[in-house]
């Protein structure tokens, strides 16, 4: 069964530090561009960053760049997180899911088609 | 960032009713557009990718349309289990950026 499982949310003060993990089982991990999206109450989903199979490429949400890390351990089929220097507006629930490329006439688009079920992560 | 607008942000319908939600790019994205349906408590679910190629399993009612900045989600004959709220993503640059939503609530 294909599964992603977030853990690690909980409450932080402003400027304190969190770190989100993400195991995955069901698929094949490490081919796979993994990305963490967050929503805050009552608000749309807000993508925040996402990694290459391999590790070897990341990108960032401007306003978490510099204090957010995306990291993977493949051996492990588990994706991180890394929150410091934490706001109140970084309160939200955070997802990961599946990056995937999908195939239409010969075009690929970015797809988020498989997420876990959310770890909430409260700064105050 | 792509500034990704949807309308409306809300709307009433009933069982059986078709239902359009428009979503508007602030410039052209050609058609790397998807849409997503989320119900409360839950994270979002994929529905149509490539503006217009409906997901594995998705019903035929959903159809999706556009490109460039205007695009279009379609439920054909609304069934109690669409009531939920549904956004747009773009995947033509980073950051990924998703409209506010659209809400399908029970008339």
């Known amino acids: 069964e294909v599964q992603l499982v977030e853990s690690g949310g909980g409450l932080a003060l402003p400027g304190g530090s969190l770190r989100l993990s993400c195991v995955v089982s069901?698929?094949?991990?490490?081919?796979?561009?993994m990305a963490w999206v967050r929503q805050a109450p009552g608000q749309g989903p807000e993508w925040v960053a996402n990694?290459?199979?391999?590790?070897?490429?990341?990108s960032y949400l401007d306003s978490v760049k510099g204090r957010f890390t995306i990291s993977r351990d493949n051996a492990k089929n588990s994706l991180y997180l890394e929150l410091n220097s934490l706001r109140a507006e970084d309160t939200a629930v955070y997802y990961c899911?599946?990056?995937?490329?999908?195939?239409?006439?010969?075009?690929?688009?970015?797809?988020?088609?498989?997420w876990g079920p959310g770890t909430k992560v409260t700064v105050s | 960032a792509i500034q990704m607008t949807q309308s409306p942000s809300s709307l009433s319908a009933s069982v059986g009713d078709r239902v359009t939600i428009t979503c508007r790019a602030s410039?052209?994205?050609?058609?790397?557009l998807g849409w997503y349906q989320q119900k409360p408590g839950k994270a979002p679910n994929l529905l149509i990718y490539?503006?217009?190629t409906l997901q594995s399993g998705v019903p035929s009612r959903f159809s999706g349309s556009g490109s460039g900045t205007e695009f279009t989600l379609t439920i054909s004959s609304l069934q109690p289990e669409d009531f939920a709220t549904y956004y747009c993503?773009?995947?033509?640059?980073?950051?990924?950026?998703f409209g506010q939503g659209t809400t399908v609530e029970v008339k």
């Open positions: 899911a599946r990056d995937a490329n999908y195939q239409d006439n010969r075009i690929y688009y970015d797809v988020y088609d498989i």
């Open positions: 410039q052209a994205i050609r058609s790397d």
């Open positions: 990694i290459k199979g391999d590790g070897s490429k990341e």
């Open positions: 069901g698929f094949s991990f490490s081919n796979y561009w």
């Open positions: 490539g503006t217009s």
């Open positions: 993503l773009q995947d033509y640059n980073y950051p990924r950026t």
